[in-house]
């Protein structure tokens, strides 16, 4: 059974920096590509940003480009997002997710077959 278990949001305050965790378990982590999301009140979910298998390449959406960065550490089973320069537009629960094959690299969220619960995110301003 897929598990993907998100951890280290929190509230932050605007400019400031989180690092979130998602720990992957009942999957071959190293042979999946994994995407983070993000979905705020009121708004549909979105694509933040996917890496391939083995890290090696990475995309992100234009409203994080160079102020969040995607990485991964096969070794754990983990990938994680590290988000600086916050902002309050950032504020959101934010999901990993992992596509529905073996290095499948992909933004679109339909792709995606396994998901996290959330880890949510606030941003004051």
């Known amino acids: 059974q897929v598990q993907l278990v998100e951890s280290g949001g929190g509230l932050v305050q605007a400019g400031g920096s989180l690092r979130l965790s998602c720990a992957a378990s009942?999957?071959?982590?190293?042979?999946?590509?994994m995407g983070w999301f993000r979905q705020a009140p009121g708004k549909e979910r979105e694509f933040v940003s996917v890496?391939?298998?083995?890290?090696?390449?990475?995309t992100y959406a234009d409203s994080v480009k160079g102020r969040f960065t995607i990485s991964r550490d096969n070794a754990e089973n983990t990938v994680y997002l590290q988000m600086n320069r916050l902002k309050p537009d950032d504020a959101a629960v934010y999901y990993c997710?992992?596509?529905?094959?073996?290095?499948?690299?992909?933004?679109?969220?339909?792709?995606?077959?396994?998901w996290g619960q959330g880890t949510q995110v606030t941003v004051s301003s």
């Open positions: 890496i391939s298998s083995s890290g090696a390449s990475t």
């Open positions: 997710a992992a596509p529905r094959a073996r290095f499948y690299f992909s933004r679109d969220q339909k792709e995606y077959s396994y």
């Open positions: 009942g999957l071959t982590f190293s042979s999946y590509a």
